[in-house]
């Protein structure tokens, strides 16, 4: 088995040299406002930027020690941004960054034409979880996945031997809901975790059923650590550890880039490190519940006073990094008439320095020990030595110091120059949804009862079959470890009739289409852009949902795009949830799927079970029926029905026909006021 990649975050050029210094075999960074941590102080592609240090120079420090740089890119882009986005990428190719790790599939398609040698990393944004998503991602371009933060080890090990490499959080920070399936923070705080300005409102108190009292915070996990697991993880061919963090200090990312380090080498860290890395951050300790598959309340925690590291943690942690860490592998060769100093590295770069005619002369030859043992002092360099001495020449010392200082300078000057991938303006080929599939209004339901009304096409849950001319189900967002029983289901509900399915997930489309149903990409497909409706009909999709993150003029791009829908009417989902709070709290059977959460204002937010995960429902339902004219011109709209009951359902079905008065509690959403 192959020692996989540990792969730690740069947040700023500290946490770079704390990272490379730590013992990182490669970094994650960003650049510009496309990347999932925009408020760290991040890179710049701009070399006259004061402020922050160049890319070039970052790849440059790192390639010279030996380590990789993966660009994060990895936000939603919306349509006028695409030649921004564009524009980092090339300058990434430019300064020979490794890997550009993509959330948004329209970007990723671009990429893969103009620079098909740069390897594309799938975020973890992109939420995959399951084989059937893994291979539709690579199918696509992509060499890497980086899976699901909440899956075990039994569904990461059903993910190999699928023609691409894994990556895995190994330590950091927990999202209470999966990457990439949330809106907490765009719809209550108007900032998006997938435009990377995530407010963290799940932070803040929240109670199950009531009022939060002070500390309670019923959406907030204890931050993830899986240094226990490595050999499991290293059996199941996981290819890179990951490391969050990008918004934390330098301090952290030494800590836990050394301990993983340490243990990735057989060694085992001292007492002192480990705790000091759980004091450095951690939010009431660590936990490994999703990949050991103990989802319980042990998982919950928040920041305490005591877990902020003291001022001589924080000076111990900063010794880590101090100095130069002597880890990259150089061969000297000296030889004679003239000397010569011969430097080469393990990746095949070889530098020769010649002695000045004038070196001084002395009268008593050096041994060959003593040569090597002059040469082999690297120490404040990057490079460790191996010396084969083939001459024993009569010049001082100093002479040698001179040979090796320069050899050593010019081989960091040609391992630190650009390794440049090609990038051109190829653009790919076209790929637009049909249109036809559906029109009018189409209805949503999470029960047999609700189907009530004027609806055009139905949506139902996967084991319901109703009696009506047009419908399709629902594939749960969340399929962890429940691929074949979906699989099954899904083709169980195309002999009763169904025509469609509604897919949330980029493993969902596979299995839709296996089945002989035609996939309907859904709105947590994140399409944004006119090229990842482009991604979504070359997946299959044959009608998509567009963003509901997008104001109306933005959603203009998708007026020519087919059979593309408005998210109407509804309790917009809020979070994707693997370790449901109210279970948690209270155990399933208290709730029978119907609980809520309560946030510090009062406001009272449903949870609702869908196929082994829950779902943290709005405080109140998106209401666009009396503004019917001013929606963009979409070949459907969606109704989202959650908790309505059939009257409801029915009256909403003839408001949004010929219009109606928004109920006493409702929203617009985000399609007047937008998202940062």
Request: overall charge neutral; hydrophobic content about 40%.
């Given at each position: 088995?192959?020692?996989?990649?540990?792969l730690?975050?740069?947040?700023?050029?500290?946490s770079?040299?704390?990272?490379?210094?730590?013992?990182?075999?490669?970094?994650?960074?960003?650049?510009?406002?496309?990347?999932?941590?925009?408020?760290?102080?991040?890179?710049?592609?701009?070399?006259?930027?004061?402020?922050?240090?160049?890319?070039?120079?970052?790849?440059?420090?790192?390639?010279?020690?030996?380590v990789k740089?993966?660009?994060?890119?990895?936000?939603?882009?919306?349509?006028?941004?695409?030649?921004?986005?564009?524009?980092?990428?090339?300058?990434?190719c430019?300064?020979?960054?490794?890997?550009?790790?993509?959330?948004?599939?329209?970007?990723?398609?671009l990429?893969?034409?103009?620079?098909?040698?740069?390897?594309?990393?799938?975020?973890?944004?992109l939420?995959?979880?399951?084989?059937?998503?893994?291979?539709?991602?690579?199918?696509?371009?992509?060499?890497?996945?980086?899976?699901?933060?909440?899956?075990?080890?039994?569904?990461?090990?059903?993910?190999?031997?699928?023609?691409?490499?894994?990556?895995?959080?190994?330590h950091?920070?927990?999202?209470?809901?999966?990457?990439?399936?949330?809106?907490?923070?765009?719809?209550?705080?108007?900032?998006?975790?997938?435009?990377?300005?995530?407010?963290?409102?799940?932070?803040?108190?929240?109670?199950?059923?009531?009022?939060?009292?002070?500390?309670?915070?019923?959406?907030?996990?204890?931050?993830?650590?899986?240094?226990?697991?490595?050999?499991?993880?290293?059996?199941?061919?996981?290819?890179?550890?990951?490391?969050?963090?990008?918004?934390?200090?330098?301090?952290?990312?030494?800590?836990?880039?050394?301990v993983?380090?340490?243990l990735?080498?057989?060694?085992?860290?001292?007492?002192?490190?480990?705790?000091d890395?759980?004091?450095?951050?951690s939010?009431?300790?660590?936990?490994?519940?999703?990949?050991?598959?103990k989802?319980?309340?042990?998982?919950?925690?928040?920041?305490?006073?005591?877990?902020?590291?003291?001022?001589?943690?924080?000076?111990?942690?900063?010794?880590?990094?101090?100095?130069?860490?002597?880890?990259?592998?150089?061969?000297?060769?000296?030889?004679?008439?003239?000397l010569?100093?011969?430097?080469?590295d393990?990746?095949?770069?070889?530098?020769?320095?010649?002695a000045?005619?004038?070196?001084?002369?002395?009268?008593?030859?050096?041994?060959?020990?003593?040569?090597?043992?002059?040469l082999?002092?690297?120490?404040?360099?990057?490079?460790?030595?191996?010396?084969?001495?083939?001459?024993?020449?009569?010049?001082?010392?100093?002479?040698?110091?001179?040979?090796?200082?320069?050899?050593?300078?010019?081989?960091?000057?040609?391992?630190?120059k650009?390794?440049?991938?090609e990038?051109?303006?190829?653009?790919?080929?076209?790929?637009?949804?049909?249109?036809?599939?559906?029109?009018?209004?189409?209805?949503?339901?999470e029960?047999?009862?609700?189907?009530?009304?004027?609806?055009?096409?139905?949506?139902?849950p996967?084991?319901?079959?109703?009696?009506?001319?047009?419908?399709g189900?629902?594939?749960?967002?969340g399929?962890?470890?429940?691929?074949?029983?979906?699989?099954?289901?899904?083709?169980e509900?195309?002999?009763?009739?169904?025509?469609?399915a509604?897919?949330?997930?980029?493993?969902?489309?596979?299995?839709?289409?296996?089945?002989?149903?035609?996939?309907?990409?859904?709105?947590?497909?994140?399409?944004?852009?006119?090229?990842?409706?482009a991604?979504?009909?070359?997946?299959?999709a044959?009608?998509?949902?567009a963003?509901?993150?997008?104001?109306?003029?933005?959603?203009?791009?998708?007026?020519?795009?087919?059979?593309?829908?408005?998210?109407?009417?509804g309790?917009?989902?809020?979070?994707?949830?693997?370790?449901?709070?109210?279970?948690?709290?209270?155990?399933?059977?208290?709730?029978?799927?119907g609980?809520?959460?309560?946030?510090?204002?009062?406001?009272?937010?449903?949870?609702?079970?869908?196929?082994?995960?829950?779902?943290?429902?709005?405080?109140?339902?998106?209401?666009?029926?009396?503004?019917?004219?001013?929606?963009?011109?979409?070949?459907?709209?969606?109704?989202?029905?959650?908790?309505?009951?059939?009257?409801?359902?029915?009256?909403?079905?003839?408001?949004?026909?010929?219009?109606?008065?928004?109920?006493?509690?409702?929203?617009?959403?985000?399609?007047?006021?937008?998202?940062?």
């Amino acid at each position: 088995m192959m020692k996989p990649e540990l792969l730690s975050p740069a947040g700023s050029y500290e946490s770079l040299v704390a990272a490379v210094r730590a013992g990182a075999d490669a970094v994650y960074l960003g650049v510009g406002m496309f990347n999932a941590r925009r408020n760290a102080r991040n890179f710049s592609i701009d070399p006259t930027d004061d402020a922050a240090c160049s890319l070039e120079e970052a790849v440059s420090f790192c390639h010279t020690r030996g380590v990789k740089v993966h660009l994060a890119l990895n936000t939603l882009v919306r349509d006028r941004e695409l030649p921004e986005a564009l524009r980092i990428a090339e300058a990434a190719c430019a300064a020979g960054v490794d890997a550009l790790i993509v959330q948004d599939r329209g970007l990723a398609r671009l990429l893969h034409a103009a620079a098909p040698a740069m390897p594309l990393h799938a975020s973890t944004q992109l939420s995959c979880h399951t084989p059937a998503g893994v291979a539709t991602l690579r199918d696509a371009g992509f060499s890497r996945v980086v899976l699901a933060r909440e899956m075990t080890c039994d569904e990461i090990a059903a993910c190999r031997d699928l023609g691409c490499e894994l990556e895995v959080f190994v330590h950091g920070a927990l999202c209470m809901s999966v990457s990439g399936q949330c809106e907490l923070s765009a719809l209550l705080g108007g900032r998006s975790g997938n435009r990377g300005l995530c407010a963290q409102p799940c932070r803040l108190p929240w109670a199950v059923g009531r009022a939060p009292r002070e500390g309670e915070a019923a959406l907030s996990l204890k931050d993830q650590s899986l240094y226990a697991h490595l050999d499991a993880l290293r059996e199941l061919g996981v290819s890179s550890l990951k490391i969050e963090g990008r918004m934390k200090r330098p301090e952290y990312v030494a800590a836990a880039t050394a301990v993983l380090r340490r243990l990735l080498d057989g060694e085992t860290p001292d007492a002192v490190l480990t705790e000091d890395l759980a004091a450095v951050f951690s939010r009431s300790g660590f936990t490994d519940g999703y990949f050991t598959g103990k989802r319980t309340a042990a998982m919950f925690g928040s920041r305490r006073q005591e877990d902020v590291a003291s001022s001589a943690v924080l000076s111990r942690l900063s010794r880590l990094y101090d100095r130069e860490v002597p880890r990259v592998p150089v061969h000297f060769t000296l030889t004679e008439s003239p000397l010569t100093l011969t430097a080469a590295d393990n990746e095949g770069n070889v530098v020769a320095v010649t002695a000045p005619a004038d070196t001084p002369v002395t009268e008593r030859a050096l041994e060959a020990d003593r040569v090597k043992a002059q040469l082999g002092k690297t120490g404040g360099t990057p490079f460790t030595a191996t010396v084969t001495v083939e001459a024993e020449p009569s010049v001082p010392l100093s002479a040698l110091n001179a040979l090796r200082r320069t050899a050593l300078e010019e081989l960091s000057l040609r391992r630190g120059k650009p390794r440049t991938v090609e990038y051109t303006a190829t653009l790919p080929p076209k790929a637009v949804l049909p249109s036809g599939l559906l029109h009018g209004l189409v209805a949503r339901v999470e029960r047999a009862e609700q189907i009530t009304g004027d609806a055009d096409s139905w949506i139902v849950p996967l084991g319901c079959t109703p009696s009506v001319p047009r419908w399709g189900v629902e594939i749960p967002r969340g399929l962890f470890g429940r691929e074949e029983a979906t699989r099954r289901a899904l083709h169980e509900a195309a002999k009763a009739g169904a025509a469609f399915a509604l897919c949330n997930n980029v493993g969902a489309v596979p299995l839709a289409r296996e089945a002989g149903l035609a996939p309907v990409a859904g709105a947590f497909w994140n399409v944004t852009n006119t090229e990842s409706l482009a991604a979504a009909a070359e997946d299959g999709a044959v009608a998509a949902i567009a963003s509901f993150e997008l104001t109306f003029p933005q959603l203009r791009f998708a007026e020519n795009g087919g059979c593309v829908g408005l998210f109407a009417y509804g309790r917009q989902p809020l979070m994707l949830l693997r370790n449901c709070p109210a279970s948690a709290a209270k155990g399933c059977a208290s709730c029978n799927g119907g609980s809520e959460l309560v946030d510090r204002m009062g406001a009272r937010f449903p949870v609702r079970c869908n196929g082994g995960c829950s779902e943290l429902l709005n405080a109140v339902p998106l209401y666009l029926a009396d503004r019917l004219h001013e929606l963009p011109k979409l070949a459907f709209q969606y109704l989202h029905f959650t908790d309505e009951d059939p009257d409801r359902v029915s009256a909403v079905l003839k408001e949004y026909r010929s219009g109606g008065t928004p109920p006493a509690a409702f929203t617009r959403g985000l399609y007047k006021r937008g998202v940062e």
